[in-house]
């Protein structure tokens, strides 16, 4: 495609238009006066024993975690401390 510049532009052609809605075989109103089919009843509901056991697992603390978490909690009241004490210097 050659570009020429602004002075040869070419008008858009106008869309041609069907009528679709002639051509289908059925309208929303015609589906709505049909009804509804038959449907399946509701299935049972399964046991969650399954997703219980998970999560009982999952509640159960490690006691590396535990000691862990207190060694993190000395640490940061430790920083806290030491932070004051910085504070207290500066304002005095």
Do not use: C, H, W, Y
């Not at 038959?38 to 969650?48: C, N």
């Not at 940061?76 to 030491?82: P, R, S, T």
């Amino acid at each position: 495609m050659k570009i020429q510049g602004p002075s040869n532009i070419q008008k858009t052609s106008k869309a041609k238009k069907s009528d679709k809605a002639s051509e289908t075989d059925g309208g929303f109103d015609e589906f709505i006066a049909s009804g509804t089919s038959q449907t399946a009843p509701a299935k049972s509901t399964q046991s969650i024993a399954k997703v219980d056991a998970l999560l009982a697992v999952q509640s159960v603390e490690d006691p590396t975690e535990r000691a862990a978490r207190q060694r993190m909690k000395l640490r940061a009241g430790n920083l806290l401390n030491e932070l004051d004490k910085i504070k207290n210097a500066l304002l005095t």
